[in-house]
């Protein structure tokens, strides 16, 4: 299973955009990218998942270059709310049935006034 | 809200007892998925059914085990319970179609203390 590796911490403020990038050296040809976002004593909440290039929903926005050894999360204008653990995680949805996730230790982000 | 529901939601055993969580599928849902979370951890992978079979495991010892059951489900039974066990218990789903699987949606989890 490819490795990810992403930043401990991140710190921001209200109305900032917020860029998490991890990276994932050993990505396999049939692994797809994706980011959970995970409150105290709740179960992570699925955000984005993509292949390559850009992907963008509701919420955030994941590029991907085209190497793909590495992804970057982007949250738009965040808010207090938005404070959470961020996990990024890399498997194969076919194989792994979307199920069988293997989450690193996240990044925790915190957004202040 | 996920769809997804757990119960209970806290519970305290002491050590060498058996303990059963269960777990409510998100409805259509046939693929059901168990983690463990200690303090300041990301969620580890113990194992996963798919059709009441286990199809997968992670590095977990046998006196966890499972059950997942014809209304898809699920229940975590972990034997022998030591300290190391007390974690917060997370049961996911998600549906597996044609070959591939979607998005996992997750539970609030349970938290187990050991004493």
């Known amino acids: 299973l490819a490795k990810t590796t992403q930043p401990i911490s991140m710190d921001s403020y209200e109305g900032q955009e917020v860029n998490i990038t991890c990276s994932h050296n050993?990505?396999?040809?049939?692994?797809?990218i994706t980011w959970y976002q995970q409150f105290p004593s709740q179960g992570p909440r699925f955000i984005i998942q993509?292949?390559?290039t850009k992907v963008t929903n509701e919420v955030a926005s994941l590029f991907i270059p085209a190497d793909r050894k590495s992804s970057t999360l982007s949250l738009p204008r965040v808010s207090l709310s938005d404070t959470a653990v961020y996990y990024c995680?890399?498997?194969?949805?076919?194989?792994?049935?979307?199920?069988?996730?293997?989450f690193g230790t996240g990044t925790q982000l915190k957004v202040e006034l | 809200e996920t769809g997804v529901t757990q119960s209970p939601t806290h519970l305290i055993k002491t050590r060498g007892q058996q303990v059963t969580l269960r777990c409510s599928s998100q409805?259509?849902?046939?693929?059901v998925s168990w983690y463990q979370q200690a303090l300041g951890q990301g969620p580890q992978f113990i194992f996963q059914?798919?059709?009441?079979?286990?199809?997968g495991r992670g590095n977990f010892p046998p006196r966890f085990s499972g059950l997942q059951f014809p209304n898809y489900s699920s229940e975590l039974n972990v034997n022998a319970l030591e300290l190391d066990d007390s974690a917060l218990y997370l049961c996911?789903?998600?549906?597996?179609?044609?070959?591939?699987?979607?998005?996992?949606?997750f539970g609030q989890g349970t938290r187990l203390t050991v004493v």
């Open positions: 996911a789903s998600s549906l597996w179609r044609s070959g591939r699987g979607t998005e996992a949606f």
């Open positions: 993509g292949y390559k």
């Open positions: 409805s259509g849902h046939n693929t």
């Open positions: 995680l890399v498997g194969d949805p076919v194989t792994g049935g979307g199920n069988k996730l293997t």
């Open positions: 050993n990505i396999a040809t049939n692994d797809y």
């Open positions: 059914y798919y059709r009441e079979e286990e199809n």
